[in-house]
Antibody, heavy 119, light 110 residues
Framework: QLQLQESGPRLVKPSETLSLTCIVS??????????WAWIRQPPGKGLEWVGS???????WYHPSVKSRVTMSVDTSKNHFSLNLSSVTAADTAVYYC???????????WGQGTTVTVSS | QSVLTQPPSVSAAPGQKVTISCSGS????????VSWYQQLPGTAPKLLIS???KRPSGIPDRFSGSKSGTSATLGIIGLQTGDEADYYC???????????FGTGTKVTVL
């Protein structure tokens, strides 16, 4: 059974870069027909898709963060990563990693990790 | 601001039925598949419906999805206290080139 687990710093200073990794277990990223995504949820608010990456490295990003975000895949370590630069308090959120297919249904989610942007 | 609009809340008594609407446009719901998610308090979202109406394995048939034009609907029958949660619709927006989520609907079992 495929499982996802987010890891990374819980506290990031304003203007610095938020870096998270999603470790994939119980299945392989390499050669998969699925996309690997990051979704975030600010405190008390709704869900926001941040971006998706395919196993070949192709990426798609939400327009609101496109200038600040980089996502990548490491098939040798079976994980994928999120880097969000120049963070502000507005980037404080629970960050989830997930998997979705072409029609878009995200059928596997990590448990989420809370990232706070504060000095 | 989300491009998909849902009612903030719906409620009904145990055993009754609720429907949650998701209103979009031709660039999102009108031309792409809709998914629905359930988020219980303090937990990650869970896929309830994919491709407008398909239930993943393990999702009870009390949950149903439909789509018509630029709107989609999630239905829950036989409401249970365990259904109290936030529900989100989602789809791809071809104009934004982005996945978009609805504003979310809180379901309360009276």
């Amino acid at each position: 059974q495929l499982q996802l687990q987010e890891s990374g710093p819980r506290l990031v200073k304003p203007s610095e870069t938020l870096s998270l990794t999603c470790i994939v277990s119980g299945g392989s990223i390499s050669g998969s027909t699925y996309y690997w995504a990051w979704i975030r949820q600010p405190p008390g608010k709704g869900l926001e898709w941040v971006g998706s990456v395919y196993h070949d490295g192709n990426t798609w990003y939400h327009p609101s963060v496109k200038s600040r975000v980089t996502m990548s895949v490491d098939t040798s370590k079976n994980h994928f990563s999120l880097n969000l630069s120049s963070v502000t308090a507005a980037d404080t959120a629970v960050y989830y990693c997930g998997r979705h297919d072409t029609p878009g249904g995200m059928d596997v989610w990590g448990q989420g990790t809370t990232v706070t942007v504060s000095s | 601001q989300s491009v998909l609009t849902q009612p903030p809340s719906v409620s009904a008594a145990p055993g009754q039925k609720v429907t949650i609407s998701c209103s979009g446009s031709s660039s999102n719901i009108g031309s792409n598949y809709v998914s629905w998610y359930q988020q219980l308090p303090g937990t990650a979202p869970k896929l309830l419906i994919s491709e407008n109406h398909k239930r993943p394995s393990g999702i009870p048939d009390r949950f149903s999805g439909s789509k018509s034009g630029t709107s989609a609907t999630l239905g829950i029958i036989g409401l249970q206290t365990g259904d109290e949660a936030d529900y989100y619709c989602a789809t791809w927006d071809s104009s934004l080139s982005a996945h978009v989520f609805g504003t979310g609907t809180k379901v309360t079992v009276l």
